[in-house]
């Protein structure tokens, strides 16, 4: 389980500072929603450890993350972007996933094994700057499964596909989720998406999280 507990910070010249709490259970999706600034993705950068709070904890599993850098955080992250590299192939993105060392036929077998998981079987091969929106976002997950860390933090994942494939790729990170335990907080402004996914949800009101 992953707990948040009065997790409070500001931004230079915030009168009020953020405070959260929520709490996340592996194998299901957390949605999170709220109005624009409301301080969505200000959470999931503390998550992350990109900013620092004052105060609060953040505890996976009752091991306490606050004190990890970003890098050694059991988290990924996956924005409404898919933060592939343009120039890289599919399998080579995939790869960065993977820890450095791995041995090369290790490193082959778990890219086919993970982009056939995603549905991408036959395109590792081609560079990322040729894929559709949908299938960068496929990729992006397709190297999350390598990277084989138990929390999934989602910003805005799906708001630069269309109506078709975000609905597919919607449906793969709730498979995926299901099938590896992984502990989904979905930062979302869409009704739809929350009500598709989550198993529990929040929003957020005045800087602080409601259940709903």
Request: charged letters at 20%; hydrophobic letters at 45%.
């Amino acid at each position: 389980m992953l707990r948040v507990e009065n997790l409070t910070f500001a931004h230079p010249g915030q009168a009020t500072p953020y405070q959260f709490s929520l709490v996340a259970h592996g194998g299901e999706v957390t949605a999170i929603s709220g109005a624009s600034g409301s301080g969505k993705s200000t959470l999931l950068d503390l998550l992350a450890g990109f900013l620092t709070p004052t105060s609060g904890s953040i505890a996976l599993d009752h091991r306490d993350l606050l004190p990890l850098p970003p890098e050694q955080r059991p988290i990924s992250l996956l924005l409404q972007s898919d933060s592939l590299f343009e120039h890289l192939s599919a399998a080579k993105n995939v790869a960065l996933g993977l820890p450095a060392g791995t041995p090369q036929a290790e490193v082959q077998r778990q890219i086919a094994e993970a982009l056939a998981e995603v549905g991408l079987e036959g395109v590792g091969d081609q560079l990322a700057s040729t894929l559709s929106g949908g299938q960068k976002q496929r990729a992006a997950l397709a190297r999350t499964l390598l990277r084989a860390r138990p929390v999934l933090l989602l910003d805005e994942p799906f708001s630069a596909l269309d109506d078709e494939t975000r609905v597919a790729v919607r449906d793969l990170v709730r498979v995926l989720t299901i099938r590896h335990g992984w502990h989904t907080i979905l930062v979302s402004h869409h009704a739809d998406d929350v009500e598709a996914l989550a198993a529990r949800k929040y929003v957020l009101v005045q800087g602080r999280l409601e259940a709903v």
